[in-house]
């Protein structure tokens, strides 16, 4: 019995000196390349609302050429994404790249320069509904608007906001 565990321990000890030959082999080159940086560097704003931030990255990581709607034929595609709290269409050009979009989104965290700007303009009035809509062209750039309901008692008041928070 004792030199039944002794060869054991011996063939246990021995065994991964064996297993640890190892064979490099080398590998190829991979590039990295982000198609839509352009359009997420352009649209990154820290402050956005969640539902904001999480259309805008399936947007930006939506592979068109590995999509059914892909063909060589066409130089532009529309794609729609839609969350419960907005809708977004964004056009891709053939090789993925984001050109435009359209975005829609209702009642959703507003950043703090939109918030203040409301709070100080109008003390006791309560919002009750808003829309944010963004326009993104890859040449033109980005427009930002907010469309704010605002009620006091029975009075109701319509206030339209920049990202900056100037009322327009």
Known sequence: MKKLIIGLFFLGVTAPMFAQIVQTEQLEEVVLTAVNYKYVSTMGVTDEALP??????????????????????YDMYHVSFFIPDGKMVVAYDKEGKIMRTIEKFKNIALPNAVRDAVTERFPGWTLTEDQYKVTYHDKKGVNRKYKIRLENGDKMLRVKLDEEGNFQ
């Open 52 to 73: 904001v931030q999480t259309l805008r990255r399936k947007a930006a990581n939506f592979d068109i050429k590995n999509s059914d709607l892909y063909q060589d034929d």
